[in-house]
């Protein structure tokens, strides 16, 4: 059974940092691509970030980009994402997923993780 388990979220003040840990089991995505999403409060889920897995290609919403940093510990088959000059609007829950191409629907999320920033 594949699962994907987001970690890692919680309560920070704008301007700080949180690392949220999305780990992988049943399976191993060395072909796919592993993405961040959010979802705030009222809102529709959004893209935050991207990597390809087997070449480390990535991507970010322009919200994020300078900000925020995706990577991958194959060893750990844990996907990262550093989030750092947090800002209220980051508030939401973060969701990890995987898909076989950057144009395919994702295939599997996870739980999710909550990413509260105050001002």
């Known amino acids: 059974q594949v699962q994907l388990v987001e970690s890692g979220g919680g309560l920070v003040q704008a301007g700080g940092s949180l690392r949220l840990s999305c780990a992988i089991s049943?399976?191993?995505?060395?072909?796919?691509?592993m993405g961040w999403f959010r979802q705030a409060q009222g809102k529709g889920r959004e893209f935050v970030a991207r990597?390809?897995?087997?070449?480390?290609?990535?991507s970010y919403a322009d919200s994020v980009k300078g900000r925020f940093t995706i990577s991958i510990d194959n060893a750990k088959n844990t996907v990262y994402l550093q989030m750092n000059s947090l800002k209220s609007e980051d508030t939401a829950v973060y969701y990890c997923?995987?898909?076989?191409?950057?144009?395919?629907?994702?295939?599997?999320w996870g739980q999710g993780t909550q990413v509260t920033v105050s001002s």
């Open positions: 049943g399976r191993t995505f060395s072909n796919y691509v």
């Open positions: 997923s995987s898909r076989t191409s950057v144009t395919a629907s994702s295939e599997y």
């Open positions: 990597i390809t897995w087997s070449s480390g290609s990535t």
